[in-house]
T-cell receptor
Framework: LAKTTQPISMDSYEGQEVNITCSHNNIATNDYITWYQQFPSQGPRFIIQGYKTKVTNEVASLFIPADRKSSTLSLPRVSLSDTAVYYCLVGDSSASKIIFGSGTRLSIRP | NAGVTQTPKFQVLKTGQSMTLQCAQDMNHEYMSWYRQDPGMGLRLIHYSVGAGITDQGEVPNGYNVSRSTTEDFPLRLLSAAPSQTSVYFC????????????FGPGTRLTVT
């Protein structure tokens, strides 16, 4: 069962690039890496997903090294509205292997 | 599209009472799931469904029942509420699987006294 480890919290300032790293040493061959964002009193929102190398969309980039034992979510030029909890998940099509973990609480300051 | 909707938003139950949390989606997604989130914790999977008529257990299924009679609806039943079931409950749906992009509802905050 692939478990993820993330920093409990991070602080940054508006306009900075923020990188959140997730460790998943037991990731299986078929597992994808998925990141979600959650604001207080809301359900999580999908940010990005990848399998290997680099994936980029309009809000974030995901960097995955060749051994896939970790991944880094990169948020360019953060704003106050990026203050949220960020969850890294790994899993395959077997739903019982989907585990959210405790996430990283990101706080952005002016 | 309304996306994923959940009712009620808030509910208070007494120990031993039963109730059903409603979840509906209008995106024609095959996959639906229920999670609970305790204070300061991540989400834990309770039950999920890969299509109408098919359900299975997740990580923490005890004390909960589900059924999936239609693609749109996936109700969660609490059989005999216990204080340990005080939590926020989220329903989610996906077109491709729980390991792919899931769309979450706004949640139901349940308190059991």
């Amino acid at each position: 069962l692939a478990k993820t480890t993330q920093p409990i919290s991070m602080d940054s300032y508006e306009g900075q690039e923020v990188n959140i790293t997730c460790s998943h040493n037991n990731i299986a061959t078929n597992d994808y890496i998925t990141w979600y964002q959650q604001f207080p009193s809301q359900g999580p929102r999908f940010i990005i997903q990848g399998y290997k190398t680099k994936v980029t969309n309009e809000v974030a980039s995901l960097f995955i090294p060749a051994d896939r034992k970790s991944s880094t979510l990169s948020l360019p030029r953060v704003s106050l509205s990026d203050t949220a909890v960020y969850y890294c998940l790994v899993g395959d099509s077997s739903a019982s292997k989907i585990i959210f973990g405790s996430g990283t609480r990101l706080s952005i300051r002016p | 599209n309304a996306g994923v909707t959940q009712t009620p938003k808030f509910q208070v139950l007494k120990t031993g009472q039963s109730m059903t949390l409603q979840c509906a989606q209008d995106m024609n997604h095959e996959y639906m799931s229920w999670y609970r989130q305790d204070p300061g914790m991540g989400l834990r999977l309770i039950h999920y469904s890969v299509g109408a008529g098919i359900t299975d257990q997740g990580e923490v299924p005890n004390g909960y029942n589900v059924s999936r009679s239609t693609t749109e609806d996936f109700p969660l039943r609490l059989l005999s509420a216990a204080p340990s079931q005080t939590s926020v409950y989220f329903c989610a749906s996906s077109s491709t699987g729980l390991d792919y992009e899931q769309y979450f509802g706004p949640g139901t905050r349940l308190t059991v006294t």
